[in-house]
């Protein structure tokens, strides 16, 4: 969904909140604070080991959690938006793997990452004799459980969303890296603190995004601001467009490959290695954002997507 033709890139996005230092009088407090915001920290979050033929939806109370049919998912799914203090469910559709088991659990993380099961289930090798099957996992949580879900989006809402979809396109309009990692910092600071797996691919796509961003050949196209469609995912908006066009995108480019020794260079030794290259193109089909509390007042910001 990031890429097009067969070499593409891939774009994810977060914030930068400021930070200002303690005065003296402060300095005993400061560490006592930053504790309780460590200790508030906490997700929850689904994982698939092992492989099955296909899982074709995983609902959890009525909403779909994996955005296409997966046969094995190596990172986690922060499902932390799509439960409800009390009873919570789980479906799961699938075809078992004839040889091997998938086992999906159900965790709650916090900072370390710490880890608590919530729930598991094992789809057993050849469990479904090949036909499709349904399994349920029914687990509660605490009634105090604050719900993360978005109920709803105001105009104000949606203002402030394309506001920055546009500083988003003019970070890379720009060609600055390091304004499009300031975008990420936030979201990936807190994702390192309960999913490093996860942190650490997007560190990968982050920088090869940076170094095809000082090609001087990139160019955006303009943005369009209209045919916008938000869409409610959990704790998170999806912004993406009806009609399939990507949010944005940009012209192609040749990026040089790592030298590549071909088969005939073994009978010619004083034959220098090849130099390649491929096409490449930013295009981003959709963002997620998120909203937090700063100083009392609410605030939208591109978010990393809940899975890869």
Known sequence: MFSKATVASILVGLT?????????????????????????????FISFNGSARSVSQAKLNGQNVISAPIVTLTLPVNISGYLVPGAN????????????????????????????????????????????AKKTISFNLPKDQPSKAIKNLSDDDKKAIEKELQNYWTALNERKPDKLRAIYRDSLEDERKLSPESAAYFDKILNR????????????????PTGLTFKIEGDAV???????????????????????????????????????????????THLYFKQSSQDGVNQWSVSLPPNA
């Open 238 to 284: 999806k912004l993406y467009r009806e009609d399939k066009k990507p949010l944005l995108s940009s012209n192609e480019v040749d990026v040089q490959i790592e030298p590549v020794m071909i088969e005939v260079q073994k009978k010619a030794k004083s034959q220098s290695p090849s130099k390649a290259t491929m096409k490449q193109q930013i295009v981003r």
């Open 209 to 224: 995004e940076a170094s095809l961003l000082r090609n001087p050949g990139i160019k955006l196209a303009p943005l369009e």
């Open 89 to 132: 469910e789980l479906v799961l559709d699938y075809i078992s793997n004839p040889k091997d088991a998938m086992t999906i659990l159900i965790e709650k993380r916090t900072v370390g990452p710490k880890k608590e099961e919530v729930a598991k289930v094992v789809l057993a090798a050849n469990e479904s004799n090949g036909a499709a």
């Open 16 to 44: 930068l909140a400021g930070f200002q230092g303690p005065v003296l009088a402060e300095s005993s407090a400061a560490p006592q604070n930053e504790n309780q915001q460590k200790q508030e920290l906490s997700g929850y």
